[in-house]
DNA sequence: ATCCTAACTTTATGCCATATAGAAACTGCC
DNA sequence: GGCAGTTTCTATATGGCATAAAGTTAGGAT
């Protein structure tokens, strides 16, 4: 069944590797590896994890990883799915839309717990366990919806494209705030007050009439749950609604 | 007016910067150096772009560029806003969502022409000259929808996230396709096949139909223009009619 | 006891951003 | 005409990075 032709990064990414009775027995293997590397990343960020500094945790040479898994981008992959988890068991008395909301939420958590996940490249389809697992749980939210599977794929791909894209901006956002007095360029109000100088008011009338109404001059507080923040809810509303529609229409031709 | 506590990073972005009458006269310019790093990414990508290669290019040596851009991480940004260009004017007899519609796909056509637009880290809010057209131009085309300011600017953010996401994807799909025999694991059918011997029936049943429906076994051609490409469709009225929703919400308050 | 083999180490290559210090080239002033 | 001041650019160096190539090591199989 598992047949050979399976490459090698998907064998490792469902930890199908098998020990070989011959040869030097190792001390490292993939998951281990990977604990090593995830620590580092929920530390220090994507910029924090090095091969060496990698190694070095675990009392090993960098080029020792390489039996394990192969390149750096590979180790970034088997990062992203390990850290990922598990969905939120989809409830069959929640209706779609409520499913969907629990779906989006768990993935802006999962952000949050593992900033460094939305620094991450992406990579085409859903490649490892714990991925699958989500495309699973969202394909069974949509299951009563009567979309075809390219719609579905399409739906859950917006979703998640935009999960991904708030996530980064806000841990972005965090990030720049703490570094508030050595980049002030990207303050809230010191933004609104800098861009007005140099805005040509006939050229840019609306832009000119955003920096003046206020709106940056509010500070924000930070949301103590993300999945709650209003900036968050805006898309996500806004999304499901979008979607709402589709459904209808293909109930109504049906 | 344009007073001295504008940041030096603004002042660059704006072109706003003398060149002062004493001292060796400069060979470089911020212009020159920033058109140069845009032409190397536009052939190699961002990974292409390092301060020793746009500075062979100019016949001068890497620290040289540290005078006019300040850092790398600067001379992204400088580059990020030239290379956005401006943004189509915005048709008065349009409505609003004809009016998006034109602006979005003219932001899926920029990260097109310069795909390494998309691999950029997000900076927060609009800086640049052409950043802010960008904005401004949204702006506009939603002025006589009567939302409020909060809003229009978390549905433009929505938007231009969507293009982000999905111009990104596609620019991967297609690296990944030239790639092909290199890296089968992301060719479309292999991916399908692969996956389809590892997935419990059980755990993933919606998995598995997908699998199974065939969908995967389609060959899509690369569409000629990637504004009309129907997955991008597919999203944009999506979100379209979230956004319709919400205006007429609006305007039944009215 | 010896061989085979996989796991790990050593060493080296060629990148990278950028800190520091100094040389070079111009203007304005005497 | 030449010196001072100022800015631009160069030379050099540091410490990091991924990973290629070749050598060493340690255990299981015979």
């Known amino acids: 069944m598992a047949a050979d032709d399976v490459p090698i990064e998907l064998k490792r990414l469902w930890r199908l590797t098998t020990r070989s009775r011959t040869g030097r027995p190792a001390e490292l293997d993939v998951e281990l590896i990977v604990r090593t590397a995830v620590d580092l990343a929920d530390r220090d960020g994507v910029a924090g994890v090095s091969m060496t500094k990698v190694a070095n945790r675990l009392g090993v040479t960098a080029m020792a990883l390489y039996t394990h898994v192969g390149s750096k981008e590979h180790l ?9 988890g598990l969905p939120p068991k989809p409830d069959p008395e929640q209706d779609w839309r409520d499913g969907l909301t629990v779906w989006a939420q768990a993935l802006r958590r ?14 085409g389809p859903p490649l490892g366990p714990h991925q699958v697992a989500w495309m699973e749980a969202a394909l069974q939210v949509l299951e009563p919806t009567g979309l075809e599977w390219g719609e579905k794929l399409n739906t ?6 935009y999960v991904l894209h708030s996530s980064r901006q806000a841990i972005d956002l965090a990030a720049g705030r703490q570094a508030r007095k050595v980049d002030r360029v990207r303050d809230e109000r010191a933004y609104g007050r800098a861009l007005g100088k140099l805005i040509d008011r006939d050229r840019f ?8 109404s206020g709106l940056f001059e509010r500070t924000a ?19 499901l609604d979008g979607i709402a529609k589709l459904c209808q229409s293909r109930q109504s031709e049906a």
């Open 156 to 161: 859950i791909n917006l979703l998640a494209g």
């Open 205 to 212: 009338p609306q832009m000119n009439a955003l920096l003046t």
């Open 221 to 239: 507080p930070p949301p103590s749950d993300p999945a709650e923040d209003p900036d968050f809810r805006f898309g996500l509303d806004r999304l």
């Open 110 to 123: 999962m952000y949050d717990a593992h900033p460094w996940l939305a620094e991450l490249p992406i990579h």
């Open 76 to 84: 970034l992959e088997l990062m992203q799915d390990l850290a990922s």
